[in-house]
């Protein structure tokens, strides 16, 4: 017998960073947001660079990169996906709570298929502390990326070449 289970969404945490409690806000949820292209990253604007490994439970860990933004324990985060990438944003009307566990980013399922994300996958992170946005790439997407590259430099047409 099947049965189906309603999700459980927690209530905003207004205005606390330290994951204390606080009244839950009472509006209504927000839209979930649509997906939408990576910002543009550059060494300029000051990218930090990580590598993490996806659990069983879809969390990654990386003590410099959440350091480096700032992101503490009860920050909320919104989170889109599209072909080849996840993008995090702090957003105080985020679905998505920053677990008590130090460094720790929880990508929900649906968010690590429609990119390519499995257990166990290893994953390029992307920071950019003035703009608040981490950006998680699979490396099937980094491996596809550079083998662009490759074949746009010998001025050649990349195969299909899967990673």
Do not use: F
């Not at 550059?42 to 660079?49: K, M």
């Not at 946005?133 to 299909?160: F, N, Q």
Request: hydrophobic share 40%; net charge positive.
């Amino acid at each position: 017998m099947n049965r189906v289970v309603s999700p459980v969404i927690p209530p905003p945490i207004a205005g606390r960073r330290d994951g204390g409690h606080a009244r839950p806000d009472r509006r209504p949820a927000a839209a979930l947001p649509l997906a939408n292209p990576p910002p543009p990253l550059s060494v300029a604007t000051g990218v930090l660079y990580g590598m993490g490994s996806v659990d069983s439970s879809g969390r990654l860990c990386n003590r410099a990169i959440t350091t480096a933004l700032d992101w503490r324990p009860g920050d909320r985060l919104t989170m889109t996906a599209d072909t080849g990438h996840v993008t995090a944003r702090r957003d105080p009307t985020g679905m998505i709570i920053l677990p008590h566990k130090p460094a720790a980013i929880l990508i929900p399922a649906a968010l690590r298929h429609r990119c390519g994300i499995a257990t166990g996958d290893r994953v390029l992170l992307a920071a950019t502390a003035d703009q608040d946005v981490l950006v998680i790439y699979p490396m099937g997407a980094v491996h596809r990326a550079l083998i662009d590259h490759y074949h746009t430099e010998k001025g050649t047409p990349p195969d299909d070449a899967q990673p």
